[in-house]
């Protein structure tokens, strides 16, 4: 299990010193995910499970993680972690083909997670928008600042085409401020994206994805904050919120079997980011190819253990849809 943050993918010998207190925050929160995942894994029969960490972090129980050789490069180190253990399960952002490299590190026959091609697409919001609006679903275009059309909406974000989650969004009430930032971004060889602000409730999708198709886990509200420069913020989010045997949940459950449909490749757990708006329902704002932060949330609270379904959406032997073990606890799922 690895996941990037906490395996060792930023080095703090090269980051700035302002940003330490900053990183050493970012590897606490990281540390959530492949734990739950880690902990949902040694729960099931016959499964050994060893965790990548980093230098940076003390850990309790050393036996069970392992970190990078000193000088190793991130993908060296998983490509040969990969080869010493059966599956690897990859937690990696987009940005920069990160996530895509660390795939071909792994290779697909032991990558747990979305296929290539799911990867490549959803790594960018403008491809994803363009490949989604194919089958007439309701996504965010990309706007062209010079088109007639972009000035229309009310408001406007620019973000990076490959950023994960709010990373670098800002929010403008002004088209002219808007595509300024946009400019000044593209000038700077950022990749950005200007695209129309979709008014509305910020959700997020859970789902398990195999090649026989896709089922909705849960519809999760995402805290979405801003700050008084319009500084979108993203600050987590509440799993399981709305009742998917309800009108809205089985509206957006349709929409989220479509986008699966739609999107070849999408395997094991994937989430995809909506909008929902109060004229034209879903929206999609992007699509998350690999494990979110809502599974840490589901893992915590949630009856059913996520994992052996991931397991059974990848044919792992010994796992299969129709014996998916459960897990009993309190929790709101």
């Avoid at 895509?100 to 091609?117: F, I, Y």
């Avoid at 300024?180 to 700077?188: H, S, W």
């Avoid at 089985?250 to 395997?267: D, S, T």
């Amino acid at each position: 299990m690895f996941e990037y943050l906490t395996g060792g993918g930023i080095d703090p010998d090269v980051a700035s010193e302002g940003s330490l207190a900053d990183l050493s925050v970012l590897i606490v929160e990281g540390r959530v995910m492949p734990d739950a995942i880690a902990s949902d894994l040694r729960a099931l029969r016959g499964i050994d499970v060893m965790v990548a960490s980093s230098r940076f972090e003390q850990i309790d129980v050393p036996l069970t993680h392992v970190k990078a050789q000193p000088g190793e490069a991130v993908t060296r180190f998983v490509a040969r972690m990969a080869r010493q253990h059966d599956y690897a399960c990859i937690t990696a952002p987009e940005c920069d083909g990160l996530l895509l490299r660390l795939h071909d590190a792994v290779g697909s026959a032991r990558w747990l997670g979305c296929a290539k091609e799911a990867i490549r697409v959803a790594s960018s919001k403008s491809a994803t928008a363009v490949w989604l609006a194919l089958p007439r679903l309701a996504v965010t275009r990309s706007l062209e600042p010079d088109q007639a059309f972009a000035s229309m909406a009310s408001r406007w974000v620019v973000k990076p085409d490959d950023g994960a989650g709010g990373l670098d969004t800002q929010r403008y009430d002004d088209f002219d401020a808007a595509r300024a930032e946009y400019e000044a971004r593209a000038e700077a060889g950022r990749n950005p994206v200007l695209q129309a602000w979709i008014d509305g409730d910020p959700l997020s999708l859970s789902m398990i994805c195999s090649d026989e198709g896709a089922r909705l886990v849960s519809i999760n509200w995402q805290r979405i904050g801003m700050s008084d420069s319009g500084i979108v913020q993203f600050d987590g989010v509440d799993v399981d919120r709305i009742d998917r045997h309800g009108p809205q949940g089985r509206a957006l459950e349709r929409f989220a079997l479509r986008v699966a449909q739609a999107l070849p490749g999408l395997r094991g757990f994937a989430g995809i980011d909506v909008v929902w708006h109060p004229e034209r329902g879903p929206v999609v704002i992007e699509v998350n190819p690999r494990l979110t932060v809502a599974y840490a949330e589901l893992s915590k609270y949630g009856a059913r253990n996520l994992a052996a379904e991931l397991l059974a959406a990848h044919h792992v032997p010994g796992f299969s849809d129709d014996a998916l073990p459960l897990r009993v606890s309190g929790g709101t799922s």
